[in-house]
């Protein structure tokens, strides 16, 4: 079978399917017949026969676990790249190579990228085709777990991570608690010199106090030769009800007026809306004031209960908040807002910017309107890209692969 494959071809995998009741017996088989194994260039992966019949039991939208094992085994696979010289020491110098992970699937760079030099020393980067990228951020804080994933704007390398937020039978600090993020986070940044823009999400409410540790410790990195812009967020998912027409003689491309005040994203399976708001809107930092069964059941009697209620002393006020909406079918809508009106409930994920700084660059975000609708067709970029690769799971259509990420172990962690 080597014979007849080119040696230009860097990696052979074969797939053996096979009862589950035979895949160690034949896995120790195979172990010991092939002696290219050893050599890195050929892979044999053993797959139970059930596999093949996944597809008919199951809905078209999770992945069958063939799938799932292709891009595991591809993702898995190195490459050498050999490093481009413009002249040698000396001629038996060897070839420095490399090898790198290439994923299946990545976001696409922009077309024309704009390249950059700079005589600054030391250099601020090293990569003058991207030399500002988004490095996302997410974590969610429970009772006893601390959960953290991170991943780049392109989606080619992410990572996780949980701690424990006690110290024995002590409970940990906030202050402990960010360090222990930023840490995270910084390693993983260290990965490639860039100028990144480090955006930090918080799933759930923020409350004041961790807004507080985060500004502190963003003073102490202020004395760091760092060239970094650092944002905190929080994303909001309580329920919102938003009306939809369904009947198909309202369906129709939305009409922008504006296109620094929201961004129409389309895909195949659905229509997303990023929506910056133009005022600043009070969120709570406690549980939700509004009983979700008032909110849902129709706007004047949540009118009505906001009229009479106090105003919690927690309330907060974020720097600018926006919406990523999406809706329940693969058509561009627009919203109604006539409740006597058949409606359809909409996915809203709600993205306050709470705190942001800059550490010695002189790049700007410019307006904050431009900051969020570009770090939301990010996230919707992100959710597509996490989509592709690992199905759609249930209620995360419109998440990010790192905020994903967070509400899955928070979810399994939440479970004794």
Known sequence: MLAGIHQDVPHIVVYVFCPASQLQALGNALAGSFDALSSGRMLVHLIPESSLLYASRVCFSRPSPLDVTALAVYNGLLRKVKRTTLRKMYTAQPDEKRAIQFPATTIARHPTPKVEFGLDW?????DVMDPVAYLHVAY????EWLV???IDQLGESHTQRVWSTKQGEKACTLEALVAKIWAFAWKFAR?????????????GVCPLPEIEAWQSLMKLCSALPLTISFSLLCIDSRPWQETLPNKEDWRRPPNPTSPE???????????SYGICLGERFEISTSSMTIPQEVLISSAPACLELLDSSEPPKDWLRPLYTALLMQAPSDGSFTPSYNFDQPASTMTTTRVHLLYYTSLDTSRVFGSRAKFMLSLLRNYQELALLSREKWGRPVGSDILPWHLAAVVLMERVLSIH
């Open 122 to 126: 030391p250099p601020k980067n090293t």
């Open 140 to 143: 969610a804080l429970t009772s």
């Open 148 to 150: 953290t994933a991170c």
């Open 191 to 203: 990965r490639a010199r860039k100028e990144w823009r480090i955006v930090v999400a918080r799933w």
């Open 261 to 271: 005040g929201h961004a129409h994203m389309v895909d195949a399976t659905g229509t």
